[in-house]
């Protein structure tokens, strides 16, 4: 025990402390001043059993067990092999670094404790069938215990632990300086995501993978896989194998029933649900290449009559042929996907009225004709996505726009900003909310259409695209899902996403583009715009300097996360990088 007199003493001495370590930022957190050496021999044992600590230890099955062993090799891991001395956190010349030659406290002992037994739905849980929680203890004389319910709150935990680490400029030694430490934590929101989009461009499992690693550094624990639209059709259906035939960029460019379970599975080690959209009744054109007679619209021009983005495209939306192809289409994908995942999303932004104008069976743009028939669409799929097991995602143009009925079980997707959170809790849905204005990361880079010279050219110039400015990480930080609710109604707010809408992007700039904005939501998501320690709204100026560490982290163990600022702002002067009032 620490006595309150020292345990002042070394807050005092932490305030002074330039670097805090720790994103996202803990519900609560203390630490002291001493220093503890990690040992590479560390013991590490998981409800009073030995965890033996094998690099890259893949789990053989989706057990408790295997899946905290893996977590124990990947955070020892992040530790031991990143090579993460932090010299560019603090001012050149200061003395930051424990002196080696002055004898060492090992941490000889990791203590994980499981309260709780985990269940079928710990590794594909629906929003809140999960306790992520954990606390953390590290003495000063060295023994470590992780504590949690479940083995996803230990992956958790574990994430923590890997960040109180560095390594010493003097070579193998890695110690933490913050001993003795105390963490209890639990995520604010139990949906914390990023969209992915594989139809703009299609996106190589290894990159995706590594994603997911980066979510789970993160404690994100969602990823969306948008992995269709009217540009190309990645992914490969056996059933129907002229789909991806037809509609993938190239043969290269596919996703097999192989490659869809290994990247859901990769995410359920490391606590992260993947679950997949196929976007319908619009955004669906690519369908056309194989099954002409199900789509109207295809490639229709000019494409803003008939959608947002070329090439347009729809299901007929009163077709027996387009309902029988739908049904095979989820025969054959959702007992798939099924396993690994408690949602399924059906799409249902932009859908343009004039498409059906095309549609012989129809001929028409007016609402009155249209609903009814969306009704019976929408009602028909979820029927399938129930009949699977999961719950349904609809983005919010089907509730807002269409006055779509669904039932209370639906997820639904805001993005418009606005009051739209506000309107679609205060209908009883349970929200996911990626408000442009903040949350779509692709935003603010100009457009990638071109621009004949001429009329056109001066039309376009500067060429912005629709949704700018570029979401900073700042705007991302200051963005509260919850803002202007009742509390009734924040209760209906499960968290959000970012999405990261892929006309130009691809895996050649997704890392810098994604990261370190996605864990600027991420730490709203898991800590909470509330800053508990002040009731205020968290700080630019508290968060930065974690910010900048965990870039370093997440750049020292492999993701191409962009800079925070510049490192005379990193190397210990906060104070000349900040503006206030
Ligand atoms: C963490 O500690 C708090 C307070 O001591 C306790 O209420 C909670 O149950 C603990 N959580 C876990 C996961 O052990
Ligand atoms: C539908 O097409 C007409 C032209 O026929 C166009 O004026 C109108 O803007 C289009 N509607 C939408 C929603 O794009
Ligand atoms: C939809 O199809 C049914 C059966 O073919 C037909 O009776 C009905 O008139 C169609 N509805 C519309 C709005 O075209
Ligand atoms: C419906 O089509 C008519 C005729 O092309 C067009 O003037 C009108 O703008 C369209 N309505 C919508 C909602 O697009
Ligand atoms: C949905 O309801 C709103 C408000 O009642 C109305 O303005 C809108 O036209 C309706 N949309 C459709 C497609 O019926
Ligand atoms: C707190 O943040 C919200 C947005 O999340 C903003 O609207 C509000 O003005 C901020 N409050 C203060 C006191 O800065």
Known sequence: MVSPLLSCL??????LT???????????????????????????????????????????????????????????????????????????????????????????????????????????????????????????EGAARLDAVSSVGVLRGLETFAQLFYQHSAGTFWYTPYAP??????????????????????????DILRTLDAMAWNKL?????????????????????????????????????????????????????????????????????????????????????????????????????????????????????????????????????????????????????????????????????RKAGLAPVVWEEISLEWNITMGKDTVVQAWLGGDSVKKLTGKGFQVIDSDYNYWYLDCGRGQWINWANGAAFQTGFPFNDWCGPTKSWRLVYSHDPTAGLTPEEAKLVLGGEVAVWSETIDASNFDTLVWPRASAAGEVLWSGRTDPATGQNRSQIEAAPRLNEFRERMLARGVRASPVQMTFCTQGRPEECEYAL
Request: with cysteine; proline share 8%; aromatic share 12%.
């Open 181 to 206: 430490v105390s963490i209890r934590d639990a995520p604010r929101f139990p949906h914390r995501g990023i969209m992915i989009d594989t139809a703009r461009h299609f996106f190589p499992v290894p």
């Open 221 to 385: 624990n969602r990823l969306h896989v948008h992995v269709t639209d009217s540009q190309s059709w990645p992914l490969v259906l056996p059933s129907m194998p002229e789909v991806s035939e037809k509609g993938a960029y190239h043969p290269s460019q596919t996703y097999s029933p192989a490659d869809v379970e290994h990247i859901q599975r990769y995410g359920a080690e490391r606590g992260v649900e993947v679950y997949f959209e196929i976007d319908m009744p619009g955004h669906i054109g690519v369908v056309a290449l194989s099954h002409p007679e199900l789509i109207v619209a295809y490639n229709e021009l000019p494409y803003w009559w008939w959608c947002a983005e070329p090439p347009c495209g729809a299901f007929k939306l009163n077709s027996t042929a387009v309902d029988a192809f739908l049904a095979k289409l989820f025969d054959d994908l959702l007992p798939r996907v099924a396993p690994y995942a408690a949602y399924f999303h059906t799409g249902g932004d932009e859908l343009n009225k004039n498409d059906s104008m095309l549609d012989d069976g129809i001929r028409s743009n007016k609402s009155e004709v249209l609903q009814p028939l969306l009704q019976k669409f929408v009602d028909a799929q979820h029927a399938r996505v």
């Open 10 to 15: 070394s807050l005092l001495v932490v305030a």
């Open 18 to 140: 330039p670097v805090a370590a720790l994103w996202p930022a803990p519900q609560s957190y203390t630490k002291g001043s001493s220093v503890v050496y990690l040992h590479q021999n560390l013991k590490v044992t998981y409800n009073g059993q030995f965890v033996p600590y094998t690099y890259g230890y893949v789990p053989f099955k989706l057990t408790s067990k295997e899946v905290v062993q893996a977590g124990v090799s990947r955070a020892l891991t992040g530790i031991f092999n990143s090579q993460f001395v932090p010299w560019k956190l603090h001012k050149p010349g200061s003395s930051w670094e424990p002196d080696v030659s002055k004898g060492q406290t090992w941490l000889q002992t990791l203590q994980i404790v499981q309260s709780g037994e985990d269940k079928p739905a710990t590794f594909k849980p629906r929003a809140g069938e999960v306790d992520e929680s954990y606390n953390l203890t590290l003495s000063a």
